[in-house]
């Protein structure tokens, strides 16, 4: 699923394509896209709106419009934006830029979701949903440590929650507890303040390396110009259960943790 740099890289490479330009014709072919509202009703609503910033907000991907409206898009499992890209069975819908250039929305699996917001509702909503901006300049220690101290959760569960840090997923949560070698099962309110120091620096580390990379291609993620990221190539735990640990030989374990897949090293992260 696309987490904090999948999105941010759809959305650096996205904004020189839409920003300044107004939508023509705004073609939804399928109603979970938008649901529970209608998808006519959203692309009439659309049509018109000219797009002053491609913005993201954890992983939503924000497109703002002029008229202060926002259109939230959430790319789910396998949601992809493309430039110019040929229609396919899976192209759910399709934005039309003013001077004929085509925006399509691919999405295998059909989860992913558009929301298009009132100006007076766009903040309150993403305020509600989205913890802070982990890369953000005024980020610090402090203010994750104010979301885990009430955590009896295993520390991984309290990442994955969305209000903890905006934009951390499956793949960078055990990316950054193994960067900050906290064990995953570890309770949130239990690390010590040079633990949450670690983590704090540890999230951050590992969303930088995901960006710089342009995200990982598991398996539908894409630029908008179809390329892949390639971050999977240095994961240093995720998915590489049974090969050794890149600081101490020892090989990486899998456990469950709130039901997902998590990868960890049993000796450089101590339960
Ligand atoms: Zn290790």
């Known amino acids: 699923m696309p987490e904090l740099p999948e999105v941010e890289t759809v959305r650096l490479r996205l904004a020189p394509f839409v920003e300044g330009r107004r939508l023509e014709r705004v073609e939804i072919d399928d109603p979970r896209v938008t649901r529970p509202f209608d998808p006519r009703d959203v692309a009439r609503e659309l049509t018109g709106e ?13 497109l703002r419009f002029a008229s202060g409206r926002a259109l939230l898009i959430h790319l789910r499992m396998t ?38 917001l009132e100006p007076d509702e766009v903040e309150t909503y993403l305020d509600a949903k989205v913890g802070p901006e982990p890369l953000g300049a005024g980020y610090r220690a402090r203010d994750l440590a104010e979301k885990l101290v ?92 049974g090969e050794p640990c890149e600081r101490c030989g020892t090989p990486i374990d899998k456990i469950r943790v709130a039901g997902r897949g998590t990868w960890y090293c049993p000796s450089c992260q101590r339960l």
């Open 79 to 116: 949601g992809a934006l493309l430039t110019d890209a040929e229609r396919g069975p899976h192209t759910r819908a399709v934005l039309t830029l003013e001077g004929g250039s085509e925006i399509s929305y691919r999405d295998v699996r059909r989860f992913g979701t558009w929301l298009l």
């Open 150 to 241: 009430s955590r009896r959760a295993p520390v991984k569960a309290a990442l994955l929650d969305q209000r903890t840090v905006a934009g951390v997923g499956n793949i960078y949560a055990d990316e950054a507890l193994w960067r900050g070698r906290i064990h995953p099962l570890r309770p949130a309110a239990g690390l010590t303040p040079e633990e949450v120091k670690a983590l704090h620096r540890a999230v951050r580390e590992a969303l930088r390396r995901g960006l710089v990379r342009q995200g990982s291609t598991l398996r539908d993620y894409r630029l908008p110009n179809g390329e892949a990221g390639t971050m999977q190539n240095e994961f240093k735990v995720y998915g590489r259960g």
């Open 50 to 62: 000219r797009i002053v910033h491609a913005d993201r907000r954890g992983k939503y991907l924000v």
